[in-house]
């Protein structure tokens, strides 16, 4: 089985250049449908760090490789659930966050986080 969900457009899911990997947003996309996961946003935010992880795996990275996140949000009244399930990815040095608040996400999803990671960092 495929542990990335396929793009919901014309668009990469990653490019590396210049020693970094720009991720394109990830949403709670089960990989097994391509279809949104059902759930609340803590369901939802699982999700897509189930995504983020398989997509690091793909060039052999992890979430201590991120540098900087963005994370958006149908209602940033959910941030403090997001933000308890972000913090169980991270350690510090933690990356540099952004997170917002949006008229909509793709598919209806309550959350999308994107990222830029180090591709070259030591482990």
């Known amino acids: 089985m495929n542990r990335l969900p396929q793009t919901v457009g014309p668009y ?19 990989p097994a449908t ?14 897509v760090f ?6 690091l795996d793909t060039e052999g990275l ?15 009244e959910d941030f403090g659930t997001v933000n308890e399930e972000y913090a169980k990815y ?13 008229a909509s996400i793709p598919l209806g999803a309550r959350v999308e986080i994107e990222f830029i990671a180090e591709v070259d960092k030591e482990n």
């Open 12 to 30: 990469s899911t990653h490019r590396i250049t210049q020693g970094l990997m720009f991720a394109s947003g990830q949403i709670p996309l089960d």
């Open 34 to 47: 391509n279809r949104l996961v059902e759930g609340n946003i803590v369901d939802q935010t699982q999700q």
């Open 50 to 55: 189930r995504n983020i992880e398989a997509l």
């Open 62 to 76: 992890n979430f201590d490789h991120i540098v900087k996140t963005t994370v958006f949000l149908d209602d940033i």
């Open 90 to 102: 991270f350690t510090q040095p933690f990356p540099a966050r952004s997170a917002v608040e949006v």
